[in-house]
């Protein structure tokens, strides 16, 4: 069966200390891994797209991986602030603009 | 740039009411809209794909005939609850993008809950 597993549901970390968040999935065969933050009570905020042939990406403070044999995506937010906790969801995107979702992981920045 | 609003941002109703969502896209032309549904703790799930001026595409498992959706202008989508039910109270969220290949772009989100 399909499964898109965030390694896990909640995650403190020190202020300052890189957060490194993973995402793992089977029996998927994704052209694109987006990762989104979510607050409570709201939408999904786009953050970062990775495509199938690409091995990094960055933006600002966030870093994300793409291992497509090893099915794994990992996010990184370094220097982070207490602003940064929120939840973060990986997503699968299909050829057909299809967003499959991870349940996230709550991350919680610590002062 | 890239805006999406819902209305209402939350509702609750009267079991074996019809509630009726609506999703724009404030500053672009969307030609195809998503809908969602976000139970606690769960992950977002696709409920529906609709491309304005056409019949939306409905996931398995997700009732047409109870979740009604219209996707009249390139600017507006509406998701009607149709009899709801207890067991229909939710988050619900849509996102639009512009061509169905671009990036969808969120909205905030709506709140259901059906008493």
């Known amino acids: 069966s399909q499964k898109i597993e965030q390694n896990s549901e909640a995650l403190n970390i020190q202020e300052g200390k890189t957060a490194t968040l993973t995402c793992n999935y089977t029996n998927y065969s994704p052209a694109y891994l987006q990762w989104y933050r979510q607050d409570p009570g709201r939408g999904p905020v786009f953050l970062l797209l990775i495509r199938e042939n690409e091995k990094e990406k960055r933006k600002e403070r966030l870093k994300v991986t793409f291992d497509t044999t090893l099915k794994q995506s990992l996010f990184h937010i370094t220097a982070s602030q207490p602003a940064d906790s929120a939840t973060y969801l990986c997503?699968?995107?299909?050829?057909?603009?299809?967003?499959?979702f991870g349940t996230g992981t709550r991350l919680t920045v610590i002062p | 740039g890239a805006v999406v609003s819902q209305h209402p941002s939350w509702v609750i109703c009267k079991s074996g009411t019809s509630v009726k969502i609506e999703c724009r896209s404030l500053?672009?032309?969307?030609?195809?809209m998503f809908w969602y549904r976000q139970f606690p703790k769960q992950s977002l799930m696709l409920m529906a794909t609709?491309?304005?001026?056409?019949?939306?595409?409905?996931e398995q498992g997700v009732e047409k005939d109870k979740f009604l959706i219209n996707h009249a202008s390139l600017t507006l989508s509406t998701l009607t609850v149709t009899s709801a039910h207890p067991e229909d109270s939710s988050f619900y969220i849509c996102s639009a993008s512009r061509t169905v290949q671009e990036t969808q772009y969120f909205g905030p989100g709506t709140r259901l809950l059906v008493l």
């Open positions: 500053d672009f032309q969307a030609t195809t």
């Open positions: 609709s491309n304005e001026g056409s019949k939306a595409t409905y």
């Open positions: 997503a699968l995107q299909t050829g057909a603009n299809n967003l499959f």
